[in-house]
């Protein structure tokens, strides 16, 4: 497979703060690469000259990018009724949670439209991800 087949995006709401956005896409890198395919990793063990080992680094671009909180929801919605597009969401429970039992109970007793997503990861084939997050500005420090 090609690098440039598939893609990772990670999608920040504009309004997070840059300490945060690390944050959140710091958890939802983990959840991506936990619960994606065999296929998203590079060589697992990179040795270099001294004999030292590396660990390896997803073979396939990570992009993030920002936008405004409507957007970010509109676009967690489209990846997630595309069954070949693995996502994290961030909804903001997750800030205001202290415990994973804490943080079950306050997403589980929300609808999903009621909930405010911070950021969230999508990893796909390339062409899926980029209808989805194509024109989305590239996050920076401003």
């Known amino acids: ?7 990772i ?9 840059p300490a945060v956005a690390l944050n959140i896409i710091g958890h939802l890198a983990i959840s991506i690469g936990k619960y994606s395919d065999e296929e998203i990793m590079g060589k697992a063990e990179i040795q270099d000259k001294s004999g ?11 992009i993030i990018t920002k936008v405004k909180q409507g957007k970010l929801k509109n676009a967690i919605d ?8 693995l996502v994290a969401d961030y909804p903001k429970d997750m800030l205001e949670t202290k415990t994973d039992e804490e943080l079950v109970s306050s997403i ?6 009621k909930l405010e997503y911070m950021g969230a ?6 062409k899926e991800i980029d209808e989805i997050t194509g024109k989305f500005q590239l996050w920076r420090i401003d």
């Open 52 to 62: 030292i080992k590396h660990l390896g680094i997803s073979k396939f671009p990570f």
């Open 1 to 7: 497979m090609n690098y440039e087949d598939r893609k």
């Open 108 to 113: 589980g007793s929300k609808e999903n439209d």
């Open 121 to 126: 990861v999508l990893y796909g084939a390339s």
């Open 9 to 17: 995006v990670g999608i920040i709401a504009s309004n997070v703060e």
């Open 78 to 85: 489209v990846a997630k009724a595309n069954s070949n597009i």
